[in-house]
């Protein structure tokens, strides 16, 4: 056997469900399988607070058997996880766990994006006419857009804190919350089913004009959150298009 097959046949065996084995390789599983949920809950103490330590351990527990780390890197353990609630989710697991999962790491990565320079709104205010609706923007790195029928922000605080909150009261089809960091602190703003269409449209590197029509609504609204942007400093960078010269064909 090879150093590589031996590796895999290691890793398969110190992964694997509980087969019964005892001695060293059963302590040492078991040591592995708990840092990793250590690491697990770590990375989502809001989500494991919802759901109760006992189970979100096990839920932990499984997703470390099933999804181990890729990279030696832990701080970035746990991409995939709120993917694995929603699969293994039982009947009595609440709906929003695998949302707030996803708010939470969203949230994360704010926090520790990249900052950039924020675009200088008067290099806006100068463009022509003719480039505005070919605008397309650069979003700040912690910008994030986590869609769902819940209304998690109202609870957030709540299970931040660790303290009691009701279950999330159901929200508008097409709701989302905008994470975002500011002034080094990371908020949720949460946005109107228009909002979330319009800032997806956006990060998808929509230009301006296609961004009014995919949001469904007037250019007024739609100024308003570009001015939202450039105040927070969440607009890094922009493109136009040429302004087309007469005579030369478009």
Known sequence: MSLLDWQRHFAGRLLAEDDGDVGRMAIYRRNVLGSLVAVVGEAFPVTRHALGAVRFAGL???????????????????DGFAEFLERHARAEDPAWAADLARLELASARAAVAA?????DPMALAALDQAQVGG??????????????????????RAWREERPSPAPEAAAPGSAILVARLDGEVFHRPLLPWQSRLYAAWMAGAALEAAVVAAGTGTGEVEGELTFLLRHGLCVGFAVPPVPILGEPS
Do not use: I, K, Q
């Open 115 to 119: 900052d950039p320079p924020a675009v």
């Open 135 to 156: 605008l397309t923007l650069a979003p700040h790195p912690s910008l994030a857009v986590v869609a769902s029928p819940w209304d998690l922000a109202l609870a957030w």
């Open 60 to 78: 932990a527990r499984r997703f470390a058997e099933t999804r181990p780390p890729e990279a030696a890197a832990l701080w970035r353990y746990g």
